[in-house]
DNA sequence: ATATTAATTTTGGTATACCTAAATTATTTT
DNA sequence: AAAATAATTTAGGTATACCAAAATTAATAT
C-alpha cells in the first residue's frame, strides 16, 4: 500500500490570506472581509472573490458565509500554521546564522517562507535545534503543526510594582523594533512597572535600571507582552 | 544629487528567460525562440511572445529579430549575471552549511534564487568567504557581476594517458549526478584517461585507482570538465 | 418603521504568462 | 526553381489575481 502525500501546492497569495485568516480568527471570531483587505493592502472585493472561491472548492480551506466573515477549516488551518512555521524558522535562522537584526528578518521571511521545501525547513529546525520561538518571541508551530499555547501577558495590564520579562512583541514594522531595542525593550528583558498613568496614557517602566516613559497608543497596547516573574 | 538605484523588478519568468538565454549565447551565435522552449518547457509561441515583448521595451533586455533568435543586451547580460550569482551562491550555502548534497540543490536554488535581496546575497557570499565556485564546480559571476573565465576541456577530449582533475559538472539531474558519485566522479577528483575507444563511444578512465568505463554519450561529453595536471 | 450610513458583494475590467491551432517564413531536397 | 519539410510567428483563448465602480445587504439612528 502506497501513501499518497498528496501536499497540493497552494500559491503564494492564497498561503497569504491564510495567514492573515489564521491571525484574526486566533480569538475565535470570524474575520471579514474587509479586515482581511486591509491586512493584505487589497481591495475589500478582491478578498471576498477570493473567499467564495477558497470556500467553493472541493475540499475547502476556508468558511464562509456572506457577510458573516470565515473562517479556516482545518485543512486551511494545517496549510496557514505551515506557512507560519516556515515564517518563524526562516526569521530565527536569519538572524541566528546569518547574523540579522531582529528588526530586518520579517520581509526576508514573507518572500522566503513560500519557496522553501519541507526538507529545507527541516534542516534549518534541526540545526538550530528545533526552536520553540522566533527573534521576536513568537511561539513557533511544531513540526506537527500545534501552536504552542502562549501564557504571556500584555506589557500595559503589569499593575505597578510588577516585575516581568519581555516575551513577545507583536510587530515588524522596522523602525518600530529599533525604537524598541534603544529603550532596551528587548526578548528576555526584565522589566518593572512603575506607574501606569490612564490619564496621559503613558506606562513609566524600569528597564536595565533606568527608567522609561511608554506610549500606551495602539503601537505599544497590544504588541509587547511579558511573563511575569 | 540623489542617486537612484532603480533595480527594477523583473518576474520570475523573466529571470528564467534570461538565464537561459545567457547559457545559449555563451559561444556567441543567438539563441533561437524554439531552443528557448525546450529549454523553459513552454511552447515555441510563448517563447516568441515574451522575446517581442522584453524587446520591445523602452530599454531593452533582449535584442531580437524574427528568425534570427536574440542575444541579450548589456542590462540583460548584467540580470542574467545577477540570477546566476544568486543561484550558485545558494547551491554552495545549501552544500556548506545545511549539509544537502550537489544532487539535491539544484531545485531548491532553483525558487530562492528568485526571492532572494541584495542584503542576503551579500551575507552569504561573505559567510562563505566569498566562494568562486559552486558544488558543481561552475564559476560564481563575482559582485560586481564579472563572470570568470574557465579554461578547463571536456573529460572527453583528454588524450590518453592524461592526468587531470575534475573541475566543473554542467548538469543538474539527481540521479545523474548521483551517478557520477557512486562512480567517484566528483570535483576536484583526479582522473587519467587509459583508452578512448571512438569505435563503441566509450571512454576508459582510472578513478580512485579503479577502472571505470564512461559513455560517450550526449550526457557526458559536454557536461564534465577538467583542469589538466 | 423608515431613513441614513456603513459594510459587503457583484459586475465588468486589467495585466501576466501561458496554451493550441493556423498561418507564415525559412531551409532543404529533388 | 519548385515542392516539401521544418521552424517560427500570429491569432485567439485560458487561468490567476488583482482593481474600481455600482448594486446590494446589514446595521444604526431617528
Chains 1, 2 share one sequence.
Not at 67 to 80: C, D, F, N, P, S
Not at 103 to 113: F, I, P
Not at 152 to 160: E, Q, T, Y
Amino acid at each position: 500500500m502506497v501513501t499518497t502525500t498528496m501536499t497540493e501546492t497552494l500559491t503564494d497569495s492564497v498561503q497569504d490570506y491564510l495567514k492573515v485568516i489564521y491571525e484574526l480568527t486566533e480569538n475565535g471570531e470570524a474575520a471579514s472581509t474587509t479586515a482581511l483587505a486591509t491586512r493584505l493592502h487589497i481591495a475589500p472585493a478582491s478578498a471576498t472573490g477570493m473567499m467564495q472561491k477558497l470556500a467553493s472548492a472541493k475540499a475547502p480551506l476556508v468558511e464562509y458565509r456572506k457577510h458573516q466573515g470565515v473562517k479556516l477549516t482545518v485543512k486551511g488551518k494545517r496549510a496557514a500554521l505551515e506557512v507560519i512555521r516556515h515564517h518563524r524558522l526562516i526569521e530565527a535562522w536569519l538572524v541566528q546564522t546569518l547574523g540579522y537584526s531582529w528588526d530586518e528578518v520579517h520581509s526576508e521571511a514573507e518572500k522566503l517562507e513560500h519557496v522553501i521545501s519541507e526538507e529545507f525547513e527541516e534542516r534549518i529546525a534541526s540545526a538550530m535545534g528545533n526552536p520553540l520561538r522566533d527573534p521576536h518571541g513568537e511561539p513557533i508551530p511544531s513540526a506537527d503543526l500545534v501552536m504552542p499555547k502562549d501564557q504571556g501577558i500584555a506589557l500595559a495590564n503589569l499593575k505597578s510594582n510588577q516585575e516581568a520579562r519581555i516575551q513577545r512583541v507583536h510587530a515588524q514594522d522596522t523602525d518600530f523594533l529599533k525604537h524598541l531595542e534603544k529603550l532596551g525593550l528587548i526578548i528576555g528583558a526584565r522589566v518593572k512597572a512603575l506607574e501606569v498613568s490612564r490619564y496621559d496614557q503613558v506606562m513609566r517602566i524600569q528597564l536595565r535600571g533606568r527608567k522609561e516613559a511608554i506610549a500606551l497608543g495602539p503601537a505599544i497596547t497590544n504588541r509587547v507582552f511579558v511573563e511575569i516573574l
